[in-house]
């Protein structure tokens, strides 16, 4: 499953460029389905990106695509193993799909930072 | 007795006023800097530390034996210092506020807490004689208070204390403000500087704190400063005029009381007054 | 076309940041001003904004004691390792300043009243000066500054500026260099650091420009107070020419800059002759270069 932050709900909803602050998810399966999940830690005062990650985590969630992912959701991402690609110019969901498929992202934060396993 | 240098945000020169305060006030007192983020007294005071002291905060520890992941940790942990995934739980230290909550809350007793360091107090000697005490919060920590409990905890043998407090009238300069029996407001003849004043004055009443203003950069007009002092019945203690020279002298690290004669005067009846106050 | 945005910073703060902001000011036409220094929200005194519309800002929750439930037990006294709640008669005092809403007392309340609700962190204002618009904050007192409160700020001035068509949005930035400078900071054409020839100037010149520098934001630096330490004065511009920070000029220290403050008057409408005799209309040219060629 691949999930992206978006603005809205539609066929081809803008990507968000805040990850733990975005209104929703999309969430692409497979066959390419689009599901949004509401993204309920927006509103958090801290720790909204950790959060995020908790709930894409138990969306089954491997892959991320996203503008920008700040060190703090960076921890948990790297820990969950989920991988994380930056959506360089792509501006809506289609657009970063198609990157995705094309091998044209970036694939961000590979080496682990020091990490406490619990 | 406990006198406490504050100031509203902005530099206003507080901790120009603490170290000549310490500077002239002899022997039998200690000198704390609790603006552990950025502490600068100790580029004034030309000394060198001799001891250094951890201080930590906690985190947890989730034994995996133990728990059942029922979630109920991540779901308390209102800092998302704990993540309880399908997969995993996820502890990430640097988000815990050690509250204790989430031990609290685990219905297996699966977490128990270890230390981390936040960061450190340094101690050494202002004029061989006084005792310097500063804290250092760690880039990237938030939380201030555990490093200024521990700085307040010291040079409690001297028999006067001059600390020197975080700018502002947040948490950090509550916690540092508590228990004072004097506050030194440091302030300027300007309209921005009142306007800070006027802050730390709010919350110096709050704590009912008994407060003395001190006008640093004297000189210019101070008709609203002094109407605004009026009104609070806060007496004027002092005041320094701002001279290029002076400027000079602060600019290089130096303690204008141990370059000017008319300062160390300044000084000297301004800690005779405010022992009087307090 | 989108506005530009100026930041101004300076680290810990004395160096002026807000007189250099505000002389600024008049030369940028089409402009929207952001006061993004929210426990020193100081840019007002000198431009006296009529406010139009003033509205709460939320950004943390705090402990609230319903006092008809209570039993007055002081399980949740001990349970707090904040210090934040202290025995009163009829129920514990909350002290809302070291309250850090972490919810442990109502876990240990047996008679469930206490509740973690949300607190009041400061006021946001919309504006209108003789400028054009501006945003401003002020903070609760005894509440920290909130990168939140900080952004927010940001946020409505850029859309102001959105609504106005501005061509530049001016911000007076957070003190220190913490994460309020990153929100402040992330994504402006231009980062001004204002400094000081101090040592406690150097310092934190160097360590904004770090964080400048870690963030991409082009930045350029103005001494302020210049002739206080020409030692330092020399030490601060040979850190910009090895950092290849361009030195936007330097402003001498001078009683007209403080009399203007004090006369709640804008430094560079003012002091005009002295500001022009140094070069500011330079500054504000190389600054417009700046802007429009990234
Ligand atoms: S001690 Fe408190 S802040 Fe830390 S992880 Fe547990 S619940 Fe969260
Ligand atoms: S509350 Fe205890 S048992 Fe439940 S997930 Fe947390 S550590 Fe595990
Ligand atoms: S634990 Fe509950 S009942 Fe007991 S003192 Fe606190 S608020 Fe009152
Ligand atoms: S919410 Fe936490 S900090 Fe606030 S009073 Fe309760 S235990 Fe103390």
């Known amino acids: 499953m691949i999930a992206i932050p978006v603005k809205d709900t539609g066929d081809n909803p803008e990507v968000d460029e805040r990850f733990g602050r975005c209104a929703f998810f999309c969430i692409i399966d497979d066959k390419g389905t689009k599901t949004f999940i509401e993204n309920s830690a927006k509103d958090l005062s801290s720790g909204a990106g950790g959060q995020a990650v908790s709930i894409l985590a138990n969306n089954d969630v491997d892959v991320i695509i996203a503008p920008h992912i700040g060190p703090k959701s960076m921890t948990p991402i790297l820990e969950l193993g989920i991988k994380v690609f930056s959506v360089g110019n792509a501006k809506t969901v289609s657009e970063a799909l198609e990157g995705l498929k094309l091998n044209i992202l970036k694939a961000v934060g590979e080496e682990k930072p020091g990490l406490r396993r619990v | ?278 | 076309m989108k506005h530009k945005e100026i930041v101004l910073i300076s680290g810990k703060g004395g160096t002026g940041k807000t007189s250099m902001t505000a002389s600024l000011i008049p030369y940028f036409p089409k402009l929207v001003i952001a006061d993004c220094d929210v426990d020193a929200p100081d840019l007002d005194i000198l431009l006296e904004p009529k406010i139009l519309q003033k509205e709460d800002f939320i950004a943390t929750a705090k402990a609230v004691i319903d006092s008809s439930k209570c039993i007055n037990c002081g399980n949740c006294i001990n349970v707090c390792r904040f210090n934040a709640l202290s025995p009163g008669d009829n129920t514990p005092v909350v002290k809302e300043v070291y309250c850090e809403g972490c919810n442990a007392c109502s876990l240990v309340c047996s008679s469930d009243a206490i509740s973690i609700a949300p607190y009041k962190t400061g006021e946001i204002f919309d504006s209108v000066t003789e400028f054009g618009p501006m945003i401003h904050a002020r903070l609760t007192p005894g509440e920290e500054v909130s990168g939140r409160l900080v952004s927010e700020v940001r946020k409505r001035g850029k859309k102001k500026a959105e609504e106005t068509n501005a061509e530049v949005m001016l911000i007076d930035g957070p003190p220190g260099i913490a994460c309020n400078v990153i929100s402040s900071i992330t994504g402006a054409n231009l980062a001004i650091i204002v400094t000081e020839p101090t040592t406690s100037g150097l310092h934190d010149l160097i360590r904004v420009h770090d964080t400048a520098k870690k963030l991409k934001v082009p930045t350029a630096v103005i001494i302020n107070k210049d002739g206080l330490s020409s030692e330092y004065s020399n030490k601060i511009v040979s850190y910009t020419e090895t950092q290849g920070i361009i030195l936007l000029g330097r402003i001498p220290l001078s009683n007209k800059i403080l009399d203007s403050i004090n006369n709640k008057k804008i430094p560079s409408i003012n002091a005009k002759d002295f500001f022009i005799s140094n070069g500011w209309e330079l500054i504000i040219n190389n600054i417009n270069k700046m802007i429009y060629s990234s």
């Open chain 2, 1 to 278: 007795m406990n006198i406490v240098v504050l100031s509203g945000k902005g530099g206003t020169g507080k901790t120009t006023i603490s170290v000549n305060l310490a500077n002239i006030a002899g022997s039998d007192i200690a000198l704390l800097d609790c603006d552990v983020e950025e502490p600068n007294s100790h580029l004034f005071c030309n000394n060198e530390f001799t001891s250094y002291e951890d201080v930590g905060a906690l985190y947890p520890v989730i034994a995996e034996d133990i728990c059942i992941h029922c979630g109920k940790c991540g779901s308390f942990c209102n800092f998302s210092a704990i993540l309880c995934t399908k997969k995993m739980n996820i502890v990430m230290p640097e988000m815990c506020h050690d509250c204790g909550g989430c031990s609290l809350v685990c219905p297996v007793d699966a977490i128990s807490y270890e230390t981390r360091t936040i960061g450190h107090i340094r101690r050494g000697l202002f004029n061989q004689e006084q005792q310097f005490i500063d804290g250092i919060l760690n880039i990237g920590e938030f939380s201030s208070t555990k490093i200024i409990e521990k700085v307040l905890s010291q040079g409690l043998d001297a028999k006067h204390r001059i600390i020197d407090a975080p700018p502002g009238s947040a948490c950090a300069a509550v916690e540092t403000v508590e228990g004072a029996d004097l506050a030194l407001i440091v302030t300027e003849p300007t309209p921005f500087a009142l306007s800070d004043m006027k802050m730390v004055v709010e919350m110096l009443e709050n704590m009912k704190i008994p407060a003395a203003v001190f006008i640093n950069k004297s000189g210019a007009d101070e008709t609203e400063l002094l109407e605004y002092c009026k009104a609070k019945e806060l007496k004027v203690v002092g005041r320094l005029p701002f001279f290029k020279e002076y400027g000079e002298v602060y600019a290089k690290g130096g303690l204008l009381s141990s370059e000017f004669p008319e300062v160390n005067k300044l000084f000297v009846t301004l800690w005779r007054d405010l022992v009087n106050e307090a």
